[in-house]
C-alpha cells in the first residue's frame, strides 16, 4: 500500500491564483481531514470528511474548498491564493474518525506571492 | 484557538537521557494522541491513550494522563539522536459538536545530541 500520498510536493502560485492540492489514500479509509501547519502554529484543521459525499468545516476553513466524490480521494481547492495561505498542508486519513490513529502524507509546500 | 498546549517548546539533551513532554488542554476528551515529526516530514503516530486510561507503554515511551488536571506527559527514555524530531500532541474532544475535530498543540523540539 502508498498510503497517504500528495501532490504536488512544492508549488509556486501568485495572488489570486487557483490551484487543487490532491490527496489520495489506498486504505479504503473512511475519514480524511486536511491541515495547515505554520511555524510555532502547530497544526490546524481546515475541512473533513467523514465518507463519500460528506465533508465538514474545521478551524481554518475560509478560503477553500472540498468535496469528496470517491473514498480515496479529498483534494484541496484554493480559490483564489492569498499570501497569508503560504504555509506546509498535510492531508491525513483513518479508518473512521478522528478518535483513531491518523495516516498522514508527506505535505505540499505552497509559497503564495 | 489551541485545544492542546505543549511544553517546554524546545528541549536539548544528550543522548541517554530520558525526554520529557508535556501537554494541557482545555475541555474533556474522548482521548489523547501522541505524534512525532521529523523535519520536513508527515506525521507519524506514536501513541493513544483514552480518556479512561491513566498511563501507556510503548518501547521506550511512555505516556501518562490525568483527566483531572487535564493533562498528559510522554517520557522517551534512554533517548537517541534519531529521536530528534517535533512532538506534537493531539485531543479528540468530547461532545457532539466536536465530531471528527482533532486538535494539535504547537509542538516540542526535541534535539538530541550524540
Known amino acids: 500500500n502508498a498510503g497517504v500520498t500528495q501532490t504536488p510536493k512544492f508549488q509556486v502560485l501568485k495572488t489570486g491564483q487557483s490551484m487543487t492540492l490532491q490527496c489520495a489514500q489506498d486504505?479504503?479509509?473512511?475519514?480524511m481531514s486536511w491541515y495547515r501547519q505554520d511555524p510555532g502554529m502547530g497544526l490546524r484543521l481546515i475541512h473533513y470528511?467523514?465518507?463519500?459525499?460528506?465533508?465538514d468545516q474545521g478551524e481554518v476553513p475560509n478560503g477553500y474548498n472540498v468535496s469528496r466524490s470517491t473514498t480515496e480521494d479529498f483534494p484541496l481547492r484554493l480559490l483564489s491564493a492569498a499570501p497569508s495561505q503560504t504555509s506546509v498542508y498535510f492531508c491525513?486519513?483513518?479508518?473512521?474518525?478522528?478518535?483513531?490513529?491518523?495516516?498522514f502524507g508527506p505535505g505540499t509546500r505552497l509559497l503564495v506571492l | 484557538s489551541q485545544q492542546g498546549e505543549e511544553d517546554p517548546q524546545a528541549l536539548s539533551i544528550q543522548e541517554g537521557e530520558n525526554a520529557t513532554m508535556n501537554c494541557s488542554y482545555k475541555?474533556?476528551?474522548?482521548?489523547l494522541q501522541w505524534y512525532r515529526q521529523n523535519s520536513g516530514r508527515g506525521l507519524v503516530h506514536l501513541i493513544l491513550?483514552?480518556?479512561?486510561?491513566r498511563e501507556k507503554h510503548s518501547g521506550r515511551l511512555r505516556v501518562t494522563l490525568d483527566t483531572s488536571k487535564k493533562s498528559s506527559s510522554l517520557l522517551i527514555t534512554a533517548s537517541r539522536a534519531a529521536d530528534t524530531a517535533s512532538y506534537f500532541c493531539a485531543t479528540d474532544a468530547a461532545g457532539g459538536t466536536s465530531y471528527g475535530k482533532l486538535t494539535f498543540g504547537q509542538g516540542t523540539i526535541l534535539t538530541v545530541h550524540p
Open positions: 491513550i483514552r480518556s479512561n486510561e
Open positions: 486504505m479504503n479509509h473512511e475519514y
Open positions: 475541555t474533556s476528551i474522548n482521548n
Open positions: 470528511s467523514v465518507g463519500a459525499g460528506i465533508t
Open positions: 491525513a486519513s483513518s479508518v473512521t474518525g478522528s478518535r483513531e490513529t491518523q495516516y
